[in-house]
């Protein structure tokens, strides 16, 4: 009875192989992993129900045969159904090239940011930081804003709940403050950071955004160092052929104040449809002045012995500037097609 059994599994081992090679679809594979391995009635069942029939010594070597015969069917229908799927959707080129990996890249506010930075350390400033969440006297008290004065009213600013004298800082002057309370002059910074002002978004204002502060106090510091700075830090970042205009300005803690504006890079001033200047051929860019005495006086800081000059500007604005960039909100509004234009 074994004899035959083991006759019957070696025919239908070469009949397996000539399955095999007719197999060319997975219809065909299912068909013939059916006929050979089906629980009601494979080939291999069959055998298996022969089993009984065989003496008590014969069962282990059949159950062994069966079962070798078995593995064998379903390694090979393995086989041919990873061979089938090769090519269809699971395939895997590997003599394609890798798909690209994302790789982030740093925000045009940041590349501007750090390009502002490094024209100022290449003078010999320093770069100093303060926290955005502020006491009010830091941010208008100390620099000659008193309670009720206008320009404390004009800028609409957040205040922290609960805290009547604690804000968001409106601009990077505190931190003069901070800095000055600490040392002594000679001192020369700049602080970059961010300030907020509770204004409607629109393309030129978020309630969140960018400055750089400048602050240099020492002896005998007057107009005539400030201009030479300005114009050699707005040459330096936006071309040599590009000239300054002065005019006055106010501002608590500055005095005499200068807005500072560039003739337009793009036209010159020779475009009245310039999308840049609107024809008018200067571009503002940044406040500035000899800081107040009172300023120094707050900071005990001597003004008959001391005097300097400060800066400020929006970063945000002065990319909008390089960049011809018409909504500033396009820095905040996540937008990769933006964003990747830059870094
Ligand atoms: N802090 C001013 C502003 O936010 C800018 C400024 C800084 C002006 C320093 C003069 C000196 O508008």
């Known amino acids: 009875m074994i004899n035959e059994l083991k006759k019957e599994i070696e025919k239908a081992k070469t009949c397996f192989l000539e399955d095999l090679n007719i197999i060319q679809s997975s219809k065909e594979l299912i068909q013939i992993k059916d006929n050979y391995l089906s629980r009601k009635k494979g080939i291999v069942t069959e055998f298996m129900k022969q089993i009984k029939n065989l003496s008590a010594e014969d069962k282990p070597l059949a159950g062994k045969l069966i079962n070798e015969f078995k593995v064998e069917v379903e ?22 090239p890798a798909f690209d990996i994302p790789v ?48 404390r009213n004009e800028q609409d600013t957040f205040f922290i709940k609960g805290y009547s004298d604690i804000i968001l800082r409106t ?18 910074i700049i602080s970059p950071g961010k300030a907020f002002r509770k204004d409607e978004p629109d393309a ?35 071309g040599q052929n590009v000239s300054l205009r002065f005019r006055p300005g106010y501002f608590p803690f500055t005095e005499p ?11 010159n001033g020779s475009n009245p449809e310039c999308r ?10 940044l406040g500035s002045g000899m800081v107040h005495p009172r300023v120094l006086e707050n900071c005990n800081i001597d003004p008959e012995k001391y005097s300097g000059f ?9 990319a909008m500037l390089k960049y011809g960039i018409s909504d500033i909100r396009m820095f905040y509004d996540n937008d990769l097609r933006f964003l990747k234009q830059f870094g």
């Not at 601009?171 to 309370?181: A, D, L």
């Not at 960018?210 to 970042?237: N, R, Y």
């Not at 840049?276 to 860019?285: A, D, P, Q, R, S």
Request: charged share 20%; with cysteine; net charge negative.
């Open 75 to 96: 390694k090979q229908l393995n086989l041919i159904h990873d061979r089938l799927s090769y090519g269809k959707k699971n395939e895997i080129d590997y003599s394609l």
């Open 104 to 151: 982030g890249s740093p925000h045009l506010l940041s590349i501007v940011r750090t390009a502002l930075e490094n024209i100022f350390l290449e003078m010999g400033y320093e770069i100093t930081h303060g926290p955005e969440v502020e006491t009010e006297y830091n941010n208008f008290t100390a620099l000659n804003m008193q309670e009720g004065h206008p320009a």
């Open 171 to 188: 601009h990077t002057s505190p931190v003069q403050i901070r800095y000055m309370e600490n040392h002594q002059p000679p001192i020369k």
């Open 204 to 238: 030129t204002h978020t309630p969140v955004f960018s400055q750089i502060e400048g602050l240099l106090v020492d002896k005998g510091i007057h107009f005539s160092h400030l201009k030479g700075t300005l114009e050699l830090f707005i040459k330096s970042f936006f």
């Open 257 to 267: 104040s200068a807005e500072v504006d560039i003739s337009c890079y793009l036209c």
């Open 276 to 285: 840049i200047c609107k024809g008018t051929g200067w571009l503002e860019i």
């Open 310 to 318: 400060a800066f400020g500007m929006g970063i945000e604005r002065i």
